[in-house]
Every structure is written in C-alpha cells, then in structure tokens.
C-alpha cells in the first residue's frame, strides 16, 4: 500500500501559478503509475495528467494543455503539479492517485483506475 498526502494549495489571482506536491510512503514509489484529479463543488472528480511509473509516458487533459506539466521525484517519493496561467475555471480540489501498472509505460485518465488517493488541497483562483 501507499499514503499520499497533497500540500501546496491555496489562493491565487488569475494567470499566476502554483506547485502542488504529493508525498508517498509506505510501498516504493517508483512502482506507482501517478496522476492528478480535481473535483470543483457540484461537478465529478475529473483528470487533469498522469505519468508513467519511471516517468517515460504523460497523459494531459486538453483543458490543462500547454499550462500544466507534472513530474516525479522517485529517489524522495515525490510527484508534483506545476499549474501556469491559472483560471477561475480551475478552482478545485486537487488530489494525487496511484495505481500498481501492468506496463512501466502505463496511464490512465479514469478515476477507476487509480487503487489509493490522497485527501486532496484546495485551490482557488481569483478572477
């Protein structure tokens, strides 16, 4: 098993940007394919980006296209979400998930996929 904690979260005007962070413990990292979900009030948990185990293969929503990236940090159980140009529209609850993949390339963009989840950190983006 893997315990994720998400921190970095909070408020920010449109157009700036935020890091989120997601610590792992527990089973080695490095096994866990990693995404990124966010879920706003009234609204289904929704994918933003994933990355394969050893961070050869990414997956992105086009709504985070060209301002999101996401990388991991495998010596120090670390995965993190670099968000740019930030949006009103981006308001949520962001959360961390991992899965055990078949394939060291392996992604996934449905909240089903993902086997352990963090507890999520807020961001609000002021227009």
């Known amino acids: 098993q893997v315990q994720l904690v998400e921190s970095g979260g909070g408020l920010v005007q449109a157009g700036g940007s935020l890091r989120l962070s997601c610590a792992a413990s527990?089973?080695?990292?490095?096994?866990?394919?990693m995404g990124w979900f966010r879920q706003a009030p009234g609204k289904e948990r929704e994918f933003v980006i994933a990355?394969?185990?050893?961070?050869?293969?990414?997956k992105i929503a086009d709504s985070v296209k060209g301002r999101f990236t996401i990388s991991r940090d495998n010596a120090n159980s670390l995965l993190y979400l670099h968000m740019r140009s930030l949006e009103p529209e981006d308001t949520a609850v962001y959360f961390c998930a991992a899965r055990l993949p078949p394939y060291d390339v392996s992604v996934y963009d449905t909240p089903d996929a993902y086997e352990y989840w963090g507890q999520g950190t807020q961001v609000t983006v002021s227009s």
């Open positions: 990355i394969s185990r050893l961070g050869i293969n990414k």
């Open positions: 527990g089973r080695a990292f490095s096994t866990y394919t």
